[in-house]
Structures are given as C-alpha cells and as structure tokens.
C-alpha cells in the first residue's frame, strides 16, 4: 500500500522519488498544503472505493499515517 499512496503524492505534489518515506511528514516534508491533502485523499477514495472521514484526515501528519488507514479500511 505504501508503493501505491507514495506513486499518488509523487504525481499530485509533483515530488521526485526519494522524497517521500513512510516517515515523511506530509506538510513540512513534503510541502502538502490543506488543500493537496483533501485532493490526495479524494483520489485515494475514488481509486480504491475506500471513504476518508474528515475526522481521520486531520489526524494524518506521516505518510505511515495514510498507509496505515488504507490498510485497515481496505481489509473491512
């Protein structure tokens, strides 16, 4: 799973390869505002039929973060 949230914030934050690590913080490290989270996890959503709370959204600070999230909502 991390492969595949890692190659939608390459394309979406338009970042180079071994910037993002599953520790990368999503804000300082990667440069994701409000905004690029909110479309990260829209395309996450419509991809892989999963629904994102937006009380969960506001918890995510690390790309683990993410992973984690979509690893658990993908095995309901």
Same mark, same amino acid.
């Given at each position: $799973?991390? @492969?595949?949230? %890692?190659?939608?914030?390459?394309?979406?934050?338009? #970042?180079?390869?071994? @910037?993002?690590? /599953?520790?990368?913080?999503? %804000? @300082?490290?990667?440069?994701?505002?409000?905004?690029? #989270?909110? @479309?990260?996890? $829209?395309? #996450?959503?419509?991809? *892989?039929?999963?629904?994102? /709370?937006?009380?969960?959204?506001?918890?995510?600070?690390?790309?683990?973060?993410?992973?984690? *999230? $979509?690893?658990?909502?993908?095995?309901?």
């Amino acid at each position: $799973m991390f @492969e595949k949230v %890692k190659e939608v914030l390459i394309k979406q934050l338009r #970042l180079k390869d071994r @910037e993002v690590l /599953p520790s990368s913080k999503i %804000k @300082e490290d990667l440069g994701a505002d409000s905004l690029d #989270l909110l @479309e990260l996890l $829209m395309t #996450l959503e419509t991809d *892989y039929g999963v629904v994102i /709370p937006d009380e969960e959204l506001i918890t995510f600070e690390t790309v683990q973060d993410i992973v984690d *999230y $979509m690893e658990k909502a993908s095995n309901k």
